[in-house]
């Protein structure tokens, strides 16, 4: 879970790597792949804007949001009617981390946090996908479609909707 958040982070901050990106929004599918070679799929949708704003909505296999800003990641789950909120590792410098990815090839980047690598692909000027292990040693592949960027995003869309009957819990 903590490679989860350090991903989804990891994301919204390469655009602070890449500056003349200033938003982004894509369709999203991440694989997950254990040593087993067993796969596990999930879809969804990303919406992301400088300085440090993402919103991941997640479709399948489960509905699930996650909000990120540049203090806390809110992750509402309806199905359990659940939220958390976690704040942010205050030493976690993902903004440097990118901003010292080298450049692999022409498309390819690779980026260092605390022990693990990070493979950053752009085609076209887009970015099409992220690879790395997570902290269970799976082989995680997120690949992006329907990609737009620099678009004006609207900043309540980085603002969490927590029903009121939801349980909060706050990490």
Do not use: C
């Not at 200033?22 to 879809?43: G, H, I, M, P, R």
């Not at 292990?133 to 609207?154: A, C, P, R, W």
């Amino acid at each position: 879970m903590k490679y989860i958040f350090t991903l989804l982070i990891l994301f919204t901050q390469i655009f602070a790597y890449i500056d003349s990106i200033n938003s982004f929004e894509a369709d999203f599918t991440q694989s997950v792949t254990d040593e087993k070679k067993k796969v596990l799929s999930y879809s969804g949708h990303i919406i992301a804007s400088k300085p440090q704003n993402a919103l991941w909505k997640y479709s399948t296999p489960i509905k699930k949001e996650i909000y990120i800003n540049a203090f806390n990641v809110t992750v509402i789950e309806p199905e359990i009617e659940q939220v958390i909120i976690r704040k942010l590792e205050s030493n976690f410098d993902l903004f440097n981390m990118i901003k010292n990815a080298k450049q692999i090839d022409k498309e390819t980047y690779k980026a260092f946090y605390k022990d693990s690598e990070f493979i950053i692909t752009i085609k076209n000027d887009m970015i099409e996908s992220i690879s790395y292990l997570d902290e269970f040693e799976n082989s995680v592949k997120i690949v992006f479609t329907h990609q737009k960027q620099n678009e004006v995003i609207d900043p309540e869309v980085f603002m969490p909707k927590i029903p009121i009957d939801f349980d909060v819990i706050r990490d």
